[in-house]
């Protein structure tokens, strides 16, 4: 049985069969084909904190293969009000074909996999995002070719998904240079074993310098919420605008996950210009969840 937990677990193989995969499949779906691989399959999705492309695309993409997706918020079920993790864990693995869950604590998530006899998506954790690393890809592929070789720029806090670009320097061998305020670093663990794939930058212009690709993301993650203050003057040299872009290649691409703060972490001219990608990787999400979910459900 297959999880798809830590980006790194799958082969640059594996990766790359789902993104080709998730590519035909949008062109399937755009030209109307029906595809019901997922017929009878339920596809449960537990969610401690809010989403608004994460749920979407994983209960559509369900739709779309004809299974099912039960959205179930901490608010309603017995999780939320204590039952234990590996209790809940049994229970709802013994009755569904998959669980995506987005919580806040990782290793929730690993104790859930450990005890459910079902493939297990992490769908966010106060660790990694590795399925916004799949449409952010799938993107770079479709509108700019292979990322092998390339250098990506990360800009901004050292959070779940900066880890998540580390891994994926790893498993897409491509270089990430990170500028991040001193103390907010990507976790020291993630920096040891990625060391070989990463740059480490003080200056978010020097990190920028001809790279393919800049990335940047909120500047206070769910959670948050009350360091925005004190972030948002930590953060201040670190907005990707028009002057950081024009250090990286002419051509280079913008991503973001989504949501974004226009005028914090990215200015307007950035987000909504010419070289930004933001709206198809945010549809990518759909295409490359189905293929993940027919890679992980079949
Ligand atoms: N990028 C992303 O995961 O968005 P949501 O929080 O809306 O799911
Ligand atoms: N770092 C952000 C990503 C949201 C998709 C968060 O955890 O809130």
Redesign the pocket.
Known sequence: MKHFINLDELSNKDFNQIINHAIVLKKQHKSGQINKTLENKTLAMIFD???????VSFETGMTQLGGHALFLSDRDIQLGRGEPIIDSAIVIGSMVDGVVM?VSSHKDINTFAQNANVPIIN??SDES?P??LLADMMTYKEHKGDIQGKTVAWIGDGNNMCHTYMQAAKVFNFTLNIAAPENYQPNPSFIEKYADHIHLFTDAKAACQAVDLVVTDVWAS?GQEDEQKKREIAFKDFQVNDDLMSSAKPDAAFMH???AHRGEEVSASVIDGSQSLVWNE?EN?LHAQKALLLYLLT
């Open positions: 904190k809010s989403s608004t492309r994460t749920r987005r769908a966010l995002h399925c916004q769910m996950c989504l949501p945010a999400r």
